[in-house]
Structures are given as structure tokens and as C-alpha cells.
């Protein structure tokens, strides 16, 4: 199964007034001293907002506008900048709202952040990418697959749309048998590198469809007829952003914690962080840090903090430092 990122209170749409208790209204009432009066005071929003849950921040989110008739990221859009600005706003309002918005930034301006797309619609449960484009509609009242039709194009824009299908099958043993997983690498080879020119269209479908049990047997296979992984394959067929995307699509099936990792890792490549993407992996993979925080020391020989530290600063470090701290174990 897919890594899920929602917590259940999302599932079950049980955001009713009698859902929070004491401790949130707290919270709310800390958040709302903070932004009191002349002046900000950015070390208690980091204090308050870093350590909510992605389930507390739906009822944060709900509590703070029923008490105070304001919506909570629009105090703080008003109240701080920057990226720790962003970051805030993303904290303040539920997970599933918050990748939309997440969605929404990656399109705005001269030219799209296809990283930041292919991150957050792909690999996702069906349920979970249902809702993403339920929430999208009700927010932006206009269908995720068309705003991203007006961004996208060619084997990338392709790619998207299978994500955004929800096509994965459970797991069966009965189906996902020894001989499905050498059928699917037989196709797999014929339309990628036993293929003069290769059918993307055609891989991206194996790559959606196929549970991550099914999958890891197929790699494996492919491994063992053909001498490269899956990836590698992906690797040699693929160019740009179609192939970053669907390496990213695979890697989330059979080794999700290193494949979030690397993610993390590349929004601080090179000359300049991507502070956008940073913030938005982070705070997305919130409920796997302990596992994604792990594969980060193996792949690079650091811990996140210690990245964090390095590469950003100000109020800005001090939050996301605080949310990997409270999210470390």
C-alpha cells in the first residue's frame, strides 16, 4: 500500500464542532496571542504550530476561525513572510487543503514547478488522490486535471494523468502471481528498451496499476532477465522531468523512505536551496519522518537537522528544525 499522508479524521470527513477538545483550544488561543497587538511573535507560533499533528492541524484550522471568524492562514499570510511565512500558512490548515495550495503555488507565475507536481500527485492512494481532487475543486472550484492540462504537456503531462487516475490495484495473491509478474516484465522490456522508440504511456500504466508487492517482484525479475533494475531501464529510456517524475512514481512503491529522501536531498542541491519544495516535503511527509529522517543519514551521511541547519536560516530553520525535532521518533 501506498504511503498515506492524511490522518483518519480526513477519511472520515468528521470535522464536526464537538471534535476538539481543551488542548486545541488552547493552542488557538496561543496562536492568537501571538499575532495580538503590534508585532508578531514568531517564537511562540513556531512553538505552537511546529508540534501539531496533521490531525490537530485540521481542528486548529477549524477551532481558529469558529472562535476568532477568521480563517487561520489568512492571520498569518498577513502576519509573516517569506518561507517562514509559507511554511506557517501550510501548517495552519489541513493536510489535503494544504497540498492544493501546494498545487496552486507550483503553478503560479512564468513557469511551472513540475518537481513540486509530480511530488505531491504521485504515488498516492487512491483514496487519498480522490480527495486531493475533490478538496481542489472545492476550493479553487475548477478540476485538478484541467489546471494541470493548462500547465503541463507531453509524456510528462501523460504521466500526471495516470496519477491522477487512482487506478492501483490491491494486492491478491491469487492475481499477482509468478506468472503476471514475468508478463509484466516481459511488457515492461517491449516497450521500453526491447523498443525502438519507447511507449511511456504503456510503462506509466504498469508503474499505476501495480501494487507495490506486485511491483518489487517485477523489478526483481527484471533484474534477473535483463541484468538492470527498473530503474535503470527508466534510466536509459527517459529523459528531463519525465524521467525524474517516473523514477520518483517507482521509488515510491519500492523503497518509499529513500526515494523522500532524495527528494529532500534535491531540493537542497547545487547553488540555492528550493526552499519550496523543502518546505512542502517535510511538512507532507510528516507522519514518516522517523523512517524518511533514517534513509536521509544512510543516503548522505547527515542527519536532517544538520542539512536544515546548513542551508536555511532565521524563523525559517527554527520551524522546520522544530517540526523534524518533534517528529524524530
Same mark, same amino acid.
Given at each position: 500500500?501506498?504511503?498515506?499522508?492524511?490522518?483518519?479524521?480526513?477519511?472520515?470527513?468528521?470535522?464536526?464542532?464537538?471534535?476538539?477538545?481543551?488542548?486545541?483550544?488552547?493552542?488557538?488561543?496561543?496562536?492568537?496571542?501571538?499575532?495580538? &497587538?503590534?508585532?508578531?511573535?514568531?517564537?511562540?507560533?513556531?512553538?505552537?504550530?511546529?508540534?501539531?499533528?496533521?490531525?490537530?492541524?485540521?481542528?486548529?484550522?477549524?477551532?481558529?476561525?469558529?472562535?476568532?471568524?477568521?480563517?487561520?492562514?489568512?492571520?498569518?499570510?498577513?502576519?509573516?513572510?517569506?518561507?517562514?511565512?509559507?511554511?506557517?500558512?501550510?501548517?495552519?490548515?489541513?493536510?489535503?487543503?494544504?497540498?492544493?495550495?501546494?498545487?496552486?503555488?507550483?503553478?503560479?507565475?512564468?513557469?511551472?514547478?513540475?518537481?513540486?507536481?509530480?511530488?505531491?500527485?504521485?504515488?498516492?492512494?487512491?483514496?487519498?488522490?480522490?480527495?486531493?481532487?475533490?478538496?481542489?475543486?472545492?476550493?479553487? =472550484?475548477?478540476?485538478?486535471?484541467?489546471?494541470?492540462?493548462?500547465?503541463?504537456?507531453?509524456?510528462?503531462?501523460?504521466?500526471?494523468?495516470?496519477?491522477?487516475?487512482?487506478?492501483?490495484?490491491?494486492?491478491?495473491?491469487?492475481?499477482?502471481?509468478?506468472?503476471?509478474?514475468?508478463?509484466?516484465?516481459?511488457?515492461?522490456?517491449?516497450? &521500453?528498451?526491447?523498443?525502438?522508440?519507447?511507449?511511456?504511456?504503456?510503462?506509466?500504466?504498469?508503474?499505476?496499476?501495480?501494487?507495490?508487492?506486485?511491483?518489487?517482484?517485477?523489478?526483481?525479475?527484471?533484474?534477473?532477465?535483463?541484468?538492470?533494475?527498473?530503474?535503470?531501464?527508466?534510466?536509459?529510456?527517459?529523459?528531463?522531468?519525465?524521467?525524474?517524475?517516473?523514477?520518483?512514481?517507482?521509488?515510491?512503491?519500492?523503497?518509499?523512505? =529513500?526515494?523522500?529522501?532524495?527528494?529532500?536531498?534535491?531540493?537542497?542541491?547545487?547553488?540555492?536551496?528550493?526552499?519550496?519544495?523543502?518546505?512542502?516535503?517535510?511538512?507532507?511527509?510528516?507522519?514518516?519522518?522517523?523512517?524518511?529522517?533514517?534513509?536521509?543519514?544512510?543516503?548522505?551521511?547527515?542527519?536532517?537537522?544538520?542539512?536544515?541547519?546548513?542551508?536555511?536560516?532565521?524563523?525559517?530553520?527554527?520551524?522546520?528544525?522544530?517540526?523534524?525535532?518533534?517528529?524524530?521518533?
Amino acid at each position: 500500500m501506498p504511503l498515506e499522508l492524511y490522518p483518519s479524521i480526513i477519511y472520515e470527513g468528521d470535522l464536526s464542532p464537538d471534535a476538539v477538545g481543551d488542548d486545541i483550544n488552547e493552542k488557538v488561543e496561543g496562536i492568537y496571542q501571538a499575532c495580538k &497587538g503590534f508585532g508578531t511573535d514568531e517564537l511562540r507560533l513556531i512553538k505552537v504550530l511546529a508540534v501539531l499533528s496533521p490531525e490537530d492541524r485540521c481542528k486548529v484550522s477549524l477551532r481558529y476561525n469558529q472562535v476568532h471568524g477568521k480563517a487561520l492562514k489568512d492571520v498569518l499570510k498577513r502576519e509573516c513572510r517569506g518561507d517562514f511565512g509559507q511554511a506557517l500558512q501550510f501548517l495552519a490548515v489541513p493536510p489535503d487543503v494544504a497540498e492544493c495550495d501546494m498545487i496552486k503555488k507550483a503553478c503560479k507565475g512564468i513557469g511551472t514547478d513540475e518537481t513540486l507536481i509530480y511530488s505531491v500527485v504521485g504515488g498516492r492512494s487512491n483514496r487519498e488522490i480522490e480527495i486531493l481532487k475533490k478538496q481542489f475543486f472545492n476550493i479553487y =472550484e475548477k478540476d485538478l486535471g484541467r489546471q494541470l492540462d493548462s500547465e503541463l504537456s507531453g509524456n510528462f503531462e501523460k504521466m500526471v494523468f495516470y496519477c491522477l487516475q487512482g487506478m492501483e490495484e490491491k494486492y491478491d495473491p491469487d492475481y499477482h502471481t509468478d506468472d503476471k509478474v514475468s508478463d509484466d516484465v516481459a511488457t515492461f522490456y517491449k516497450m &521500453g528498451q526491447g523498443k525502438f522508440g519507447t511507449d511511456e504511456g504503456g510503462l506509466f500504466k504498469i508503474i499505476c496499476t501495480s501494487p507495490a508487492e506486485h511491483l518489487k517482484k517485477v523489478n526483481q525479475k527484471y533484474a534477473d532477465k535483463h541484468d538492470v533494475t527498473l530503474f535503470k531501464a527508466i534510466d536509459d529510456e527517459m529523459g528531463g522531468k519525465t524521467k525524474d517524475a517516473t523514477l520518483y512514481l517507482l521509488g515510491l512503491k519500492i523503497k518509499p523512505y =529513500e526515494t523522500v529522501a532524495k527528494l529532500i536531498q534535491k531540493a537542497c542541491k547545487g547553488i540555492g536551496t528550493n526552499e519550496l519544495l523543502l518546505t512542502c516535503t517535510i511538512i507532507r511527509f510528516q507522519p514518516h519522518l522517523p523512517h524518511v529522517m533514517a534513509a536521509y543519514k544512510e543516503l548522505t551521511g547527515k542527519t536532517l537537522q544538520e542539512t536544515l541547519n546548513k542551508e536555511i536560516g532565521g524563523d525559517y530553520r527554527r520551524l522546520l528544525t522544530e517540526l523534524v525535532d518533534a517528529n524524530s521518533s
